[in-house]
């Protein structure tokens, strides 16, 4: 079955530090979203991405969709210890999937 | 504006007891309806789908059921328990189904002993 895919699992950064976490897919995307889970709440919505090699911004993060609409990444720039949680790509075919996630851990 | 409302939060519930959860969305009509599981520490895996009054699809073999009795009521049962369905059980709903934002309840926390 289709399967998406986070790298790392987990990643700890000193505050300031930059922070990227991939995501591939084992099949062609209609589109990828992206989420933000902070411990012991439910997943918010950041972003959607659907056009090949789409790059979007929002303040210190960056979003990219892969030219074959199999992978993306976020990427976060200066990391705040407001950044700390889960952050999941979602993959889109005829339903969403849900990459296995990236726990981001922020030392002050 | 659209709200979902998913109760109970938490519950604590012996092996081979049956399970209700219960989620509404307000403010729109006709929405994709879906179930996830988050086991501890790990991603959500999606449990059923329901693009309409009495359509569900399931996603994986499991102990579970799931109901759309009302165009904006979505019920997650199960008959007998088992301590692998503990877990975090989280509602949400979409515009379209595939695409689009999905919004989330706040989530049910399961633990079965």
């Known amino acids: 079955g289709q399967q998406v895919m986070q790298i790392p699992q987990y990643q700890h950064v000193q505050e300031g530090e930059d922070f990227t976490t991939y995501c591939n897919s084992s099949?062609?995307?209609?589109?990828i979203q992206w989420y933000k889970q902070r411990p012991g709440g439910h997943p918010v919505f950041l972003i959607q991405?659907?056009?090949?090699?789409e790059v979007k911004k929002q303040k210190r993060l960056t979003f990219q969709f892969g030219e074959a609409k199999k992978n993306s990444s976020l990427h976060i720039t200066a990391t705040q210890t407001t950044d700390v949680g889960t952050y999941f790509c979602?993959?889109?075919?005829?339903?969403?999937?849900f990459g296995t996630g990236t726990l981001l851990a922020v030392q002050p | 504006s659209q709200t979902i409302h998913q109760w109970p939060a938490t519950l604590v519930q012996p092996v081979g007891s049956p399970l209700s959860l219960e989620c509404t969305v307000e403010?729109?009509?006709?929405?994709?309806l879906y179930w996830y599981r988050q086991a501890a520490g790990r991603g959500l895996q999606l449990l059923f789908y329901?693009?309409?009054?009495?359509?569900i699809s399931s996603e994986v073999p499991q102990n579970l059921s799931a109901s759309r009795p009302q165009d904006r009521q979505f019920i997650l049962s199960s008959k007998k328990l088992l301590l692998s369905d503990s877990g975090f059980y989280l509602c949400?709903?979409?515009?379209?189904?595939?695409?689009?934002?999905?919004?989330f309840g706040e989530g049910s926390r399961l633990t079965v002993l």
């Open positions: 949400a709903w979409s515009p379209a189904l595939g695409a689009g934002e999905l919004f």
């Open positions: 099949t062609t995307l209609s589109n």
């Open positions: 991405l659907v056009k090949s090699g």
């Open positions: 979602v993959g889109a075919t005829n339903k969403l999937i």
């Open positions: 403010g729109t009509s006709n929405p994709n």
């Open positions: 329901s693009v309409g009054i009495g359509q």
